[in-house]
T-cell receptor
């Protein structure tokens, strides 16, 4: 149990286009979902925290108009990178948590390449 | 603000030997969680072991065990009988009791020598 999926696993897009990444908790209801960004050979950097039905809370320095997060249901959160540029190329990872007493379960990640 | 420090960017260990990865953290809180995550080449984050700060007993999961020193704010991971499949990036992480956010260290890349 406690499986989190991401789609797509990789995406290549042209500069200026928008890309949507989905994060789903497959066998549990996630009260909270998290979005991380990971640059090559670096650690995970938390971008934002989202709770179902409410606005996401963004970390300092993360542009909320560029990285749109929608937590539409207890099993789905989406990250939309708007007007993507090459510097947005990165590995994006989501995680989901049932509640505070439980661990976060991580998705397999999405590699975004912006040409 | 809480911080997590992993001072060993890379380590190597011979297969079947034991290796210890270091982690220190800084916090003013008394209740919190500590984790070790493994990230293999697939980049899927895998929880290795978890420790609640209120528990004095060190957590153990098969070949993986921790040495949790709360007063020293130290949380090292010991891997016994190292296997080739243990080769990965290992992240030490902190989570506040009150907050869902996880703070990760910079990671230690572990190489297993056959």
């Amino acid at each position: 149990g406690a499986v989190v999926s991401q789609h797509p696993s990789w995406v290549i897009c042209k500069s200026g286009t928008s890309v949507k990444i989905e994060c789903r908790s497959l066998d549990f209801q996630a009260t909270t979902m998290f979005w991380y960004r990971q640059f090559p050979k670096q650690s995970l950097m938390l971008m934002a925290t989202s709770n179902e039905g409410s606005k996401a809370t963004y970390e300092q320095g993360v542009e909320k108009d560029k990285f749109l997060i929608n937590h539409a249901s207890l099993t789905l959160s989406t990250l939309t990178v708007t007007s993507a540029h090459p510097e947005d190329s990165s590995f994006y990872i989501c995680s989901a948590s049932r509640d505070r007493a439980n661990e976060q379960f991580f998705g397999p990640g999405t590699r975004l390449t912006v040409l | 603000a809480q911080t997590v420090t992993q001072s060993q960017p890379e380590m190597s260990v011979q297969e079947a030997e034991t290796v210890t990865l270091s982690c220190t953290y800084d916090t003013s809180e008394s209740d919190y969680y500590l984790f070790w995550y493994k990230q293999p080449p697939s980049r899927q984050m895998i929880l290795v072991i978890r420790q609640e700060a209120y528990k004095q007993q060190n957590a153990t999961e098969n070949r993986f065990s921790v040495n949790f020193q709360k007063a020293a704010k130290s949380f090292s991971l010991k891997i016994s009988d190292s296997q080739l499949g243990d080769a990965a990036m290992y992240f030490c992480a902190y989570r506040s009791w009150e907050d869902d956010k996880i703070i990760f260290g910079k990671g230690t890349r572990l190489h297993i020598l056959p």
